[in-house]
């Protein structure tokens, strides 16, 4: 199961703190964007990081095989 998750990058401009939030369909997307989101901002008062959320992005689910001799009736 994987779980939406968003880019949050907190930076400061002339006293202001900015908060800007991306959202990842699952931890591993967030974590391979993080370093390239963050290059520009590195040398500024500024953070970012990955945080979870509860909300599911996919279920992997395999159907189950019918017994043999199994049929549907009307």
Known sequence: MSFYTFLILTYVVGGVE????????????????????????????SMAQCIETNKTSS???????????LFLSD
């Open 18 to 45: 900015i908060e800007k939030k991306t959202l990842y369909r699952n931890a591993y997307e967030c974590g391979n964007a993080l370093p390239s989101v963050y290059k520009p901002y590195e040398n500024m008062d």
């Open 59 to 69: 279920i992997y689910l395999t159907p189950k095989l019918r017994p043999i001799g």
